[in-house]
């Protein structure tokens, strides 16, 4: 897994999914691809428990690429669809990473 250099930011988007896929796979994966795409955008990290409770991470270089991101046309009604057919809740962090480390094992030979 590649990180961005800090400082940077991250948006924590923690969910609990409605019963039924409903178009949901399709529309995430074009939100993922279309984040992508926007200025600002670092990566994302995203998992989903057999349960519905969600998590995704996305890294963005400043407040005014996430803002660039809530005002695009396509998420915008990805998030009205969210609230009226996906999710039975969520909630939206944003936060300033200041340090990032990690590990990764070396592949033994």
């Known amino acids: 897994m590649q990180r961005p250099e800090p400082p940077y930011y991250a948006v924590i988007f923690t ?15 074009r939100m993922s691809a279309l984040a992508a795409t926007q200025p600002g955008y670092l990566g994302e990290t995203a998992v989903r428990d057999a349960s519905g409770l969600g998590i995704t991470v996305s890294y963005w270089t ?4 996430i803002a660039g991101w809530r005002r695009n ?7 009205r669809r969210g609230r009226a057919e996906w999710y039975e809740e969520y909630d ?7 340090r990032s480390y990690g590990f990764e094992r070396e592949p033994e030979h």
């Open 92 to 98: 939206l962090r944003v936060a300033r990473v200041e």
């Open 73 to 79: 046309v396509e998420h915008t009604e990805s998030r």
């Open 15 to 29: 969910s609990r999914r409605t019963e039924g896929d409903h178009g949901y796979a399709e529309r995430a994966s």
């Open 62 to 65: 400043d407040e005014a690429a």
